[in-house]
């Protein structure tokens, strides 16, 4: 639930950016904002995400705690209980990354919020491969492998663990502005708020495995999701 609220905060950002009025953008800019082919995949990436919610059934976790031999040697360092405070942090993270590259495109005009639409594919499409990906793969995430995970082993997010969402939700939209800044102005701040974005990425990545939410490999293949999405959007459309 979680992950639909934090997403459902950031579509709330996107149709405010794209509605409310800005300063003009100039005449060589494409304005169209939001075309045909950009419904699609808003719709389709919307539809991958929710099926697998609909048509898989997830039985719950008999052993826990899990055998630690199922997990890679180099991985079993990150088995704990859930921790808290990274978890939080990771949403925090995630949410404002979403909101500060959109907030900075949003002010650039109708390239600007061209550039918002393809980040919100990019940002809906990771999300939908990653949820079908967790239900194929079924991972165990590293706190059924401990004692305390006992009350989630009814849960089928406690199975979720490759790959990780927030990882390929933060490159993702980190990866888009990447790709957009040079498009939607020449200001040399567009630098370093890319590498911030990048960075508020990678520190998403590192905060889910300190909660003991993910392995190492789940994180950064959530990462080469973004990164990927992002790229093929913006090849697609620009």
Same mark, same amino acid.
């Given at each position: 639930?979680?992950?639909? *609220?934090?997403?459902?905060? $950031?579509?709330?950002?996107?149709?405010?950016?794209?509605? %409310?009025?800005?300063?003009?953008?100039?005449?060589?800019?494409? /304005?169209?904002?939001?075309?045909?082919?950009?419904?699609?995949?808003?719709?389709?990436?919307?539809?991958?995400? $929710?099926?697998?919610? *609909? $048509?898989?059934?997830?039985?719950?976790?008999?052993?826990?705690?899990?055998?630690?031999?199922?997990?890679?040697?180099?991985?079993?360092? /990150?088995?704990?209980?859930?921790?808290?405070?990274?978890? /939080? %942090? #990771?949403?925090?993270?995630?949410?404002? %990354?979403? %909101?500060?590259?959109?907030?900075?495109?949003?002010?650039?005009?109708?390239?600007?919020?061209?550039?918002?639409?393809?980040?919100?594919?990019?940002?809906?499409? #990771?999300?939908?491969?990653?949820?079908?990906?967790?239900?194929?793969?079924?991972?165990?995430?590293?706190?059924?492998?401990?004692?305390?995970?006992?009350?989630?082993?009814? *849960?089928?997010?406690?199975?979720? *663990?490759?790959?990780?969402?927030?990882?390929?939700?933060?490159?993702?939209?980190?990866?888009?502005?990447?790709?957009?800044?040079?498009?939607?102005?020449?200001?040399?701040?567009?630098?370093?708020?890319?590498?911030?974005?990048?960075?508020?990425?990678?520190?998403?990545?590192?905060?889910?495995?300190?909660?003991?939410?993910?392995?190492? #490999?789940?994180?950064? #293949?959530?990462?080469?999701?973004?990164?990927?999405?992002?790229?093929?959007?913006?090849?697609?459309?620009?």
């Amino acid at each position: 639930m979680r992950r639909l *609220s934090l997403r459902s905060t $950031l579509l709330t950002v996107l149709a405010l950016n794209l509605f %409310i009025p800005h300063q003009a953008a100039s005449q060589s800019q494409d /304005t169209t904002v939001l075309g045909g082919l950009d419904v699609v995949a808003i719709v389709g990436a919307g539809a991958l995400f $929710l099926g697998p919610h *609909s $048509l898989w059934e997830v039985d719950s976790v008999e052993c826990v705690p899990c055998d630690p031999s199922e997990v890679p040697a180099f991985e079993r360092w /990150t088995i704990a209980p859930v921790r808290k405070v990274p978890d /939080t %942090i #990771s949403d925090f993270l995630l949410l404002g %990354i979403g %909101i500060a590259s959109w907030v900075d495109m949003a002010n650039e005009g109708a390239a600007g919020r061209a550039g918002i639409v393809s980040s919100a594919e990019s940002f809906l499409i #990771s999300a939908g491969i990653t949820e079908v990906l967790k239900k194929l793969a079924g991972r165990k995430r590293p706190y059924l492998y401990t004692p305390e995970g006992a009350p989630f082993a009814g *849960s089928a997010s406690a199975q979720e *663990s490759w790959p990780s969402g927030h990882s390929a939700a933060a490159a993702s939209l980190a990866a888009s502005y990447w790709l957009t800044r040079d498009r939607i102005s020449s200001d040399a701040g567009n630098d370093a708020h890319a590498w911030a974005l990048a960075t508020g990425a990678v520190g998403v990545a590192a905060l889910r495995v300190a909660a003991a939410k993910h392995f190492p #490999s789940d994180v950064l #293949s959530g990462l080469a999701i973004g990164i990927l999405t992002a790229g093929l959007v913006h090849t697609v459309k620009f």
